[in-house]
């Protein structure tokens, strides 16, 4: 076999490869299209929980409160209460974290996400964006302050 030939055979195996990654990927994403959060499935918001609206954008996290009050890298929230956090973003993909209660959220441009949750005890609990969203992605942190 030739030096050109077995460039053949190695872009034909490429070529192989590829294809069938993007086939299987395919075939996985149309198959569970039922585990990626649409809009339309998002609106339903528990009973008796606070709406607070998130906005993620490069490089900070905006909370406004049903008041129409609005923190920057600061969430106010009361323990024992449930809170439901409609996620947008405008400009790239974020994704707010809580670590202490195990909430993650997207925030996708022209994509609403929400994510419900219930902080149980009083404190002052981190944030951050775990998606990296460009040069200063690292600013993109902050506080919850949960009150009694």
Known sequence: MNKRQTEYLYAAVVLIVLTAAAIVNLGYVVGHTSNIPQPENNSAVPANSSVIQVLGYQWAWQFTYSNNTTTTDVLYVTAGHEYTLQ?????????????SLGV??????DHPNQVSFEPEK?????FECVEYCGEDHYLMRGYMVVSP
């Open 122 to 126: 009083a404190g002052k609990y981190i």
């Open 87 to 99: 996620v947008q973003s405008r400009d790239v993909i974020h994704d707010l974290l809580i670590p």
């Open 104 to 109: 993650q959220v997207y925030a996708v441009p």
